[in-house]
């Protein structure tokens, strides 16, 4: 007998070597992991819906500038970001004991609260018209979910351009709880 081979019962109750083959393969391609993963990844991170989605929450988020998204936005909704941005509740805390908490998860003895930026976990998009892409996100800001909606509108220049933003209640006005 060869390396693969079990012993299985033949006719008779005697032993006959036969061929192991092992667990079956998966031939699918919702393999999980890999450069597959990856490949997709980058192809969402591509959409517009995802791009837009990222570097709103960047701005919003006081992560960047306002007027980095300058180029990116109509007027309108360029007024809207300056008045939204940066948004309380997608800042990642700044205060001293934030701080303190941030430090205190890099030391393996004190483990703390750890604090995140905030990230978009989901994004979809509504085209009411082929130039036109309304697109919902759903933001992952500490331990809370926060929405964010806007309105893409395509060029004469072929390029998108975000005409309005929407993070769910009026600015000014106080959160909902």
Do not use: K
């Amino acid at each position: 007998m060869g390396p693969g081979t079990a012993i299985g019962s033949g006719p008779g109750g005697h032993r006959v070597p036969r061929q192991y083959s092992g667990p079956p393969r998966r031939r699918d391609q919702r393999r999980p992991g890999g450069a597959d993963l990856a490949a997709r990844h980058r192809a969402r991170e591509r959409l517009p819906r995802y791009w837009f989605a990222n570097r709103l929450l960047l701005t919003l988020s006081g992560q960047r500038p306002v007027h980095w998204m300058l180029g990116h936005t109509q007027g309108a909704a360029y007024d809207q970001l300056t008045q939204l941005a940066p948004h309380p509740s997608l800042c990642p805390p700044t205060t001293a004991s934030a701080t303190a908490r941030a430090a205190a998860r890099t030391h393996p003895a004190r483990p703390g609260p750890r604090v995140w930026p905030p990230v978009v976990r989901h994004c979809d998009e509504f085209r009411p018209e082929p130039w036109v892409i309304e697109a919902f996100a759903r933001i992952a800001a500490g331990d809370r979910l926060r929405a964010l909606a806007f309105r893409l509108e395509e060029g004469a220049d072929g390029r998108w351009r975000c005409a309005a933003i929407d993070l769910g209640h009026p600015p000014g006005s106080p959160e909902p709880p």
